[in-house]
């Protein structure tokens, strides 16, 4: 069975503008380092790239016309993903894995600071005749999901104001992560209520910045380079669009994890995971998200956070990159931003947050509002 | 054989009354032009076109980059063009976007700039000279806007137009 490895890694850093460059030159440069990385030449190694973007976050339409020559893909085999980055990592695995290609570029990116309406534009995600009409911030949203999940799980306030701490403070360690700060539960309790009880410092706010990874088939993958690293199973899954019948379960994170889990042969994933990032775009994201992908039984994610168990020395460490509140909101690069958290770890390169002697990582996606939809993939150091 | 459709159109009254829902989009963008765009467009206020060499392929590039998308690398240094160039290709645009025969066709086409590469051309309008008259290979010169209603846009220039007397109009 053929298998599937990271080889290169490249991005950017994270930054709330980034007024001297355009999204190519934030593309060439992750594209650049990840090649220098796996040691290999896009005009003569790749076989096929794949990039993840939103026309309505750029601004063009049929952007994928636009994505080629800052990736070294012009008049190569490439396509355009429209949605998050492991989405595009999903369909990289697949074209390694049904043995068409030997050696697939991913990227993301965000440059969402060129968009000056952001607010109205995710309006635009709302259902046009039922939603969309009824106006306000489409942040709301989280409010409503948030309540109902607070209400049915016994969760508290508290609890996720901790998430906020945690990831504010696990950012102090990332040299990439924008928005680090040693704040107070209070800080963010006492923050105001922007979607009650939705508050102002458990929302993530957005950042520009571009990530690239080089996936090749394992053998090969050997041959590139001694820090590869496996990528075992991704799974995806989509909640209808009815937010109305959704319930506050993250069902679409319980449904790509069990795929994800069985392809990379986990049965027991509180056990099998040394560590995990998740999306937590806000703060209850993340408490929700770790008991859909079975990392904390329901309603008990809030109560390990506040013992300590997802911090960097806890039994499962969680978005020890700081996460999407402590990195920023990259849109459809949220993906990638988890995932290379792992894969940093995984090869021992993640500095002052490193963890001892990690094995296997979980990094998990959630498209944003309003969507209900998210993936996941398992990362496993070569043994 | 091709049959018949039956029936016949509804008018726009109908059409009016079968429900339906109106939206604008409010998507506003402000796009960074980046290092190469930027100048570029800031050298376009002088009345200058302004390419980018790579020395790997040695190809000067316009618009002006900051990598070359052939050798997958950083490109290497400004050039200034002359601003002529010859017609690669052109179209006759009859009618406007809703459908309308205009009374002034609009000459539009790709010119390559003299000193860039091939490949390396940009679209843009041509004037004072007959439709008729156009040919790929025509020699052209910009027309620029004046100095202070230039804004560094590709509309600065107006147009391109022949550049043997006559062949102008
Ligand atoms: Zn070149």
């Given at each position: 069975m053929r298998e599937v490895s990271i080889v290169g890694i490249g991005y950017t850093s994270f930054s709330p503008v980034t007024p001297d460059l355009s999204w190519k030159e934030l593309m060439f440069e992750a594209a650049t380092r990840a090649y220098a990385d796996a040691g290999i030449d896009p005009r003569k190694d790749v076989q096929s790239f794949i990039t993840c973007a939103e026309d309505y976050w750029e601004g063009f339409s049929i952007f994928d016309e636009f994505t080629p020559d800052q990736l070294g893909a012009a008049l190569r085999l490439m396509h355009t993903v429209a949605g998050d980055?492991?989405?595009?990592?999903?369909?990289?695995?697949?074209?390694?894995?049904?043995?068409?290609?030997?050696?697939?570029?991913?990227?993301?990116?965000?440059?969402?600071?060129?968009?000056?309406?952001?607010?109205?534009?995710?309006?635009?995600?709302?259902?046009?005749?039922?939603?969309?009409?009824?106006?306000?911030?489409?942040?709301?949203?989280a409010g409503l999901e948030m309540r109902e999940y607070l209400a049915w799980?016994?969760?508290?306030?508290?609890?996720?104001?901790?998430?906020?701490?945690?990831?504010?403070?696990?950012?102090?360690?990332?040299?990439?992560?924008?928005?680090?700060?040693?704040i107070a539960r209070e800080d963010v309790l006492s923050s105001p209520y922007l979607f009650a009880p939705l508050k102002k410092l458990e929302i993530a706010p957005l950042v520009d910045g571009a990530i690239v990874l080089v996936l090749a088939e394992g053998e090969l993958a050997r041959r590139l380079t001694d820090k590869a690293v496996l990528l075992e199973g991704i799974g995806w899954s989509s909640e209808s669009p009815w937010v109305g019948t959704r319930l506050p379960d993250a069902r679409y994170a319980r449904l790509a994890a069990e795929l994800a889990y069985a392809q990379a042969g986990i049965t027991n994933p509180i056990q099998e995971i040394d560590l995990a990032e998740v999306d937590d775009r806000f703060a209850y994201k993340e408490l929700q998200h770790l008991e859909a992908l079975g990392l904390a039984r329901p309603g008990e994610a809030g109560q390990l956070l506040l013992e300590g168990a997802f911090d960097l020395d806890g039994q499962l460490p969680v978005n020890l990159s700081g996460g999407s509140l402590g990195m920023g909101d990259a849109v459809e690069a949220g993906g990638l931003q988890r995932a290379l958290e792992i894969i940093l770890q995984l090869r021992g390169e993640a500095g002052a947050r490193q963890l001892p002697d990690p094995e296997v990582g979980l990094a998990m996606s959630w498209r944003g509002l309003p969507h209900g939809s998210g993936a996941v993939a398992i990362f496993r150091r070569e043994a | 054989m091709i049959s018949q459709p039956r029936g016949r159109k509804l008018s726009r009254e109908e059409a009016e009354r079968v429900p339906h829902v109106v939206a604008r989009?409010?998507?506003?963008?402000?796009?960074?032009?980046?290092?190469?765009?930027?100048?570029f467009l800031e050298e376009l206020k002088e009345g200058r076109v302004l390419a980018r060499r790579c020395n790997g392929c040695g190809r000067v590039l316009v618009p002006p980059r900051m990598f070359c998308e052939r050798c997958f690398r950083p490109t290497d240094e400004w050039v200034y063009l002359p601003g002529t160039g010859t017609i690669q290709t052109y179209s006759i645009s009859y009618i406007d976007t809703d459908a309308n025969r205009i009374a002034k066709p609009i000459l539009v086409g790709v010119l390559a700039f003299d000193g860039a590469s091939e490949g390396c051309g940009i679209m843009h309008y041509f004037g004072e000279v007959a439709p008729e008259k156009l040919y790929i290979g025509m020699e052209v010169e910009p027309v620029w806007k004046p100095q202070a209603e230039r804004e560094g846009a590709i509309t600065d220039i107006k147009y391109f137009r022949p550049r043997r007397k006559e062949d102008r109009q």
């Amino acid at each position: 069975m053929r298998e599937v490895s990271i080889v290169g890694i490249g991005y950017t850093s994270f930054s709330p503008v980034t007024p001297d460059l355009s999204w190519k030159e934030l593309m060439f440069e992750a594209a650049t380092r990840a090649y220098a990385d796996a040691g290999i030449d896009p005009r003569k190694d790749v076989q096929s790239f794949i990039t993840c973007a939103e026309d309505y976050w750029e601004g063009f339409s049929i952007f994928d016309e636009f994505t080629p020559d800052q990736l070294g893909a012009a008049l190569r085999l490439m396509h355009t993903v429209a949605g998050d980055g492991l989405l595009g990592l999903a369909n990289a695995y697949m074209q390694i894995k049904t043995g068409l290609f030997d050696i697939v570029v991913v990227e993301a990116h965000s440059k969402i600071s060129d968009l000056l309406t952001y607010e109205d534009v995710l309006m635009l995600a709302f259902d046009p005749i039922y939603e969309a009409p009824l106006g306000g911030h489409p942040h709301y949203l989280a409010g409503l999901e948030m309540r109902e999940y607070l209400a049915w799980t016994g969760t508290t306030e508290e609890e996720c104001a901790a998430v906020a701490v945690k990831n504010k403070w696990n950012a102090l360690r990332n040299p990439l992560a924008p928005y680090g700060a040693a704040i107070a539960r209070e800080d963010v309790l006492s923050s105001p209520y922007l979607f009650a009880p939705l508050k102002k410092l458990e929302i993530a706010p957005l950042v520009d910045g571009a990530i690239v990874l080089v996936l090749a088939e394992g053998e090969l993958a050997r041959r590139l380079t001694d820090k590869a690293v496996l990528l075992e199973g991704i799974g995806w899954s989509s909640e209808s669009p009815w937010v109305g019948t959704r319930l506050p379960d993250a069902r679409y994170a319980r449904l790509a994890a069990e795929l994800a889990y069985a392809q990379a042969g986990i049965t027991n994933p509180i056990q099998e995971i040394d560590l995990a990032e998740v999306d937590d775009r806000f703060a209850y994201k993340e408490l929700q998200h770790l008991e859909a992908l079975g990392l904390a039984r329901p309603g008990e994610a809030g109560q390990l956070l506040l013992e300590g168990a997802f911090d960097l020395d806890g039994q499962l460490p969680v978005n020890l990159s700081g996460g999407s509140l402590g990195m920023g909101d990259a849109v459809e690069a949220g993906g990638l931003q988890r995932a290379l958290e792992i894969i940093l770890q995984l090869r021992g390169e993640a500095g002052a947050r490193q963890l001892p002697d990690p094995e296997v990582g979980l990094a998990m996606s959630w498209r944003g509002l309003p969507h209900g939809s998210g993936a996941v993939a398992i990362f496993r150091r070569e043994a | 054989m091709i049959s018949q459709p039956r029936g016949r159109k509804l008018s726009r009254e109908e059409a009016e009354r079968v429900p339906h829902v109106v939206a604008r989009p409010k998507a506003r963008y402000a796009w960074s032009a980046g290092p190469a765009t930027g100048r570029f467009l800031e050298e376009l206020k002088e009345g200058r076109v302004l390419a980018r060499r790579c020395n790997g392929c040695g190809r000067v590039l316009v618009p002006p980059r900051m990598f070359c998308e052939r050798c997958f690398r950083p490109t290497d240094e400004w050039v200034y063009l002359p601003g002529t160039g010859t017609i690669q290709t052109y179209s006759i645009s009859y009618i406007d976007t809703d459908a309308n025969r205009i009374a002034k066709p609009i000459l539009v086409g790709v010119l390559a700039f003299d000193g860039a590469s091939e490949g390396c051309g940009i679209m843009h309008y041509f004037g004072e000279v007959a439709p008729e008259k156009l040919y790929i290979g025509m020699e052209v010169e910009p027309v620029w806007k004046p100095q202070a209603e230039r804004e560094g846009a590709i509309t600065d220039i107006k147009y391109f137009r022949p550049r043997r007397k006559e062949d102008r109009q």
